[in-house]
């Protein structure tokens, strides 16, 4: 014979689960769903702004690291640097107004042979011939009267005895900005 089941009851009273209450856990899952999500992204940017952070304390430091003293530089490359120097000072000199008292001088009587200009000192040297001395002479006054030259004075001058009518080949040095 066969006992018939015994239904025992620990809880007398309980009502059974209602759909409300599967329903309220059921949002309550989503939303610690949600949560968690949420903290999984702060804590991933959270990681890579930390990352971010390091690399750039990393750069600050290397560049507050002394640098060892380099090699001894190539001499052709620092001949390029003193040629480019040396022509960007060329360029920086008046070259207009240094050229028109040049040309503004009386020329009638004497012929320019040469300009070498001097950009370090502010300064050049014509070379020029003149008839005689009278022309010479009045060449040198026209050049000091210039206000855009700066101390001007004759270097030297010698007689051409053995060219035909005996010229007369001097030097002039003159300066520009403050006077020399």
Not at 74 to 103: C, F, H, M, N
């Amino acid at each position: 014979m066969k006992a018939p089941p015994l239904r025992l009851e620990f809880a007398p009273g309980a009502r059974p689960r209602s759909r409300l209450g599967w329903a309220m856990l059921a949002c309550a899952i989503a939303v610690l769903a949600v949560q968690l999500t949420t903290l999984g992204f702060a804590l991933s940017e959270r990681r890579h702004q930390l990352q971010a952070l390091a690399h750039l304390d990393g750069r600050q430091r290397d560049a507050a690291r002394p640098r060892p003293a380099a090699g001894k530089p190539d001499p052709a490359y620092l001949a390029k640097v003193k040629s480019t120097q040396q022509v960007s000072r060329s360029l920086a000199a008046p070259w207009p107004d240094l050229l028109g008292a040049i040309e503004s001088a009386p020329q009638q009587s004497v012929a320019l042979l040469a300009a070498e200009p001097t950009t370090a000192k502010q300064s050049f040297r014509l070379t020029a011939e003149a008839r005689d001395l009278d022309a010479m002479l009045a060449y040198l006054a026209a050049l000091q009267k210039d206000p855009r030259l700066v101390s001007v004075v004759l270097v030297s001058h010698q007689v051409q005895a053995q060219t035909p009518g005996r010229p007369i080949r001097f030097q002039v040095q003159a300066g520009w900005g403050a006077p020399l």
